[in-house]
């Protein structure tokens, strides 16, 4: 490879939304940019797969033909205690369902026509920052660049190269978590997304492409550790005392073999920006899945970062500037989001909090427009 072939004006780690986002506008603002991913297109990921209603003019923007692919539109919202008892809920902004399967691969395919460089199966074994411009490692090749953007999602060997603080908190109360997804097929109401309750986690349910389901749900790795480490002993001795879960598991068909799963979740506070490198989606900052705007907050970081690494690029702002401005509107647009995600995080799955929150959210509707309007965010 020549050394014009390894210099990039932005070099992009990570290619789930935040990084394909990311890649797309900042090549469509004629800039030479590569996006290293680990995996390859398609791929299943762990992720609730419900995109709030706040992201569909970016993704219309970006080029993804959501008004022509007949997607799930979801407005209601039931939650249920690890007993069964329900509340039911409108979402006044609502939301659509898409997988990760399908919507990762049509944004890389997008990426791509936007004229970004897209390499899969590349892992990123380290990043540094030297001589005011970046090195990016990978096992073949070192990459230079003037900008990077760290976008690997909930947890990658960048982070324990870098020891960030959240990778230390393994004891935590928001720390050493574990998911796990499938896709079924169930007669799961198209406009609904279930919040399904049980001891120490919770699983969420909404439909997807292609009438199929998504059923992703968390719990801590102590309740999976209980369970002799088995998933399937850990859903029949636990998730299914939940009478709507265990509905579900004897009635559906599930679509693959094992389930995708992910361990070692996080969601302690974390840096926006590291060693000069912009983070974007889970990695710099991971709301709870019963907030369920993860995938717009990503969608959105990727915007607010790209207008910003132009203006650099463009040499109409500092890099200190760029830092400060990204830090700053990150804040500004996520933190009170991601502050009530913990701590809806740090009681849900306790059997009598849980319980007692959906009685007083039933006798009181106020409380639940309150959490549901905390938990969303504006178009962008």
Known sequence: MSSSDSKYDVVIVGGGLAGLAAAILLAKQQ?????LEKENYP???????????????????????????HLPVISKLQVTDARGNEVNASLPQGGFGISRFKLDALLADLAQKAGAKVLTSTKVDNVEWLNDSFAVTTRDQVYTARMVCGAWGKR???????QRPFIKEKNAALSNYIAVKYHINYPWPADTVGLHNFNNGYCGISQVEDDRTCMC???T??????????????????LVKNRWLNHVFSDATFLYQSPVTISQISFE???????????LGDAAGMITPLCGNGMSMALHAAKLASGLINDFLLGSSTRSHTEQAYMAAWKSRF???????RVIQSNFGKDHITAM??????ALPFVKKALISGAAGKPF
Not at 47 to 68: Q, R
């Open 221 to 238: 790795a102590a309740n999976l550790r209980n369970s002799g480490n088995d998933l399937k002993k850990l859903e029949q001795d636990v």
């Open 335 to 341: 933190s009170r989001r991601l502050t009530l995600g």
């Open 31 to 35: 800039h030479k940019v590569l996006l």
């Open 217 to 219: 749900y968390l719990t």
């Open 43 to 69: 791929r299943h990921k762990v992720c609730g797969e419900y995109i709030s209603m706040e992201s569909k003019p970016f993704l219309l923007s970006l080029g993804v033909p959501l008004d022509y692919m």
């Open 269 to 279: 506070r974390k840096s926006q920006v590291e060693d000069h490198v912009l983070l």
């Open 357 to 362: 929150f959906l009685k007083t959210a039933n």
């Open 156 to 162: 990658s060997n960048i982070d324990v190269k870098w």
